[in-house]
T-cell receptor, first 109, second 111 residues
């Protein structure tokens, strides 16, 4: 079945870049997503990439997709304290979205 | 606002009791997903419904059940509650070719 894996925790200094990694198993994935969950809130879609793309940039966010290795990453440039949250990677297969367990990003001032 | 509505926002109940969580998906979305988020286990997929039918099942306990009604809203029923069931329960909805949109969650506390 589908599986999505992420590391649980990442700590960076304010102003540095953060890179959150994710691996998935479903080769038929059509979309891959990054969601952000701030404390006490639901998950909000940050960005997504089609499975036929290698890279997508959106302001401070860069998504890289290596389809051969089934590896997805999210780079946040100039990380701010407001970026502290849990980041979930997700992949969309046939009629179903599968989420990773989330990476908690801690930004140190 | 994601368009997905969950009620209630908070629920406190005693062990052994039964509760029902409700989810109204975004207008037109046929898929509804339920997730459990506890402090130490991240986001756990429980179950998915598509247009009223169960489509996928995750780590859902036998004490838990769900259904999706003809108007596409969904309910998650949790019975014989235990302390370990305390968690945030999220509902999400999606259309065929879109991302999942999440509700704000129901925080369940079992005392």
């Amino acid at each position: 079945g589908e599986d999505v894996e992420q590391s649980l925790f990442l700590s960076v200094r304010e102003g540095d870049s953060s890179v959150i990694n994710c691996t998935y198993t479903d080769s038929s994935s059509t979309y891959l997503y990054w969601y952000k969950q701030e404390p006490g809130a639901g998950l909000q879609l940050l960005t997504y990439i089609f499975s036929n793309m290698d890279m997508k940039q959106d302001q401070r966010l860069t998504v890289l997709l290596n389809k051969k290795d089934k590896h997805l990453s999210l780079r946040i440039a100039d990380t701010q304290t407001g970026d502290s949250a849990i980041y979930f990677c997700a992949e969309k297969g046939y009629q179903k979205v599968t989420f990773g367990t989330g990476t908690k990003l801690q930004v140190i001032p | 606002d994601s368009g997905v509505t969950q009620t209630p926002k908070h629920l406190i109940t005693a062990t052994g009791q039964r509760v029902t969580l409700r989810c109204s998906p975004r207008s037109g979305d046929l898929s509804v997903y339920w997730y459990q988020q506890s402090l130490d286990q991240g986001l756990q997929f429980l179950i998915q419904y598509y247009n009223g039918e169960e489509r996928a099942k995750g780590n859902i306990l036998e004490r838990f059940s769900a259904q999706q009604f003809p108007d596409l809203h969904s309910e998650l029923n949790l019975s014989s509650l235990e302390l370990g069931d305390s968690a945030l329960y999220f509902c999400a909805s999606s259309a065929m070719n879109t991302e999942a949109f999440f509700g704000q969650g129901t925080r369940l506390t079992v005392v």
